[in-house]
């Protein structure tokens, strides 16, 4: 019975593991686009925190803004509405009926999409925290 009890943990484990790892593969896919190309509009700043255990700096905080370039931006939010399920929070920041940003938080990242008067994505602001 314990063997079976085991077995039952173990695989409730794995399985929520590999859902983090998949949480936003369309948006992660494009992250690393970002990370290996240079892009115009892509601007990026890696914090790096010193480990106490090795006494090296690791990358911590990943921040990504991406502006005037429509279509990496058109990429980005094809990719969310692929991934929009898997989100933890969705937050709208409207004035009157004007949509001015959508906020979503994943596992370890979190998306911010401006839009502009034209009701169309203008800017992304991304921030990606280490995986524990």
């Known amino acids: ?3 079976i009890t085991w077995i039952i943990t173990l ?6 593991f590999s859902t983090k790892l998949a949480a936003q593969e369309n948006l992660n ?3 690393k686009k970002c990370e290996n190309e240079t892009m115009k509009g892509v601007y990026m700043e890696i914090i790096h925190t010193k480990n106490t255990l090795t006494k090296k700096f690791e ?3 990943t921040k990504i803004n991406i502006e005037f370039n429509p279509t990496l931006i058109n990429e980005f939010v ?5 991934d929009e ?5 969705k937050i709208e920041k409207k004035t009157g009926k004007q949509l001015i940003s959508l906020f979503y938080s994943f596992d370890n990242a979190d998306y911010t999409f401006y839009y502009g008067e034209n009701k169309e994505c203008t800017g992304i602001k991304i921030l990606i925290t280490a995986s524990k």
């Open 1 to 3: 019975m314990k063997r």
């Open 11 to 16: 695989f409730l484990f794995s399985s929520s």
């Open 29 to 31: 896919a494009l992250v």
């Open 59 to 61: 990358p911590t905080i």
């Open 78 to 82: 094809k990719a969310l509405q692929k």
């Open 85 to 89: 399920e898997k989100a933890i929070q």
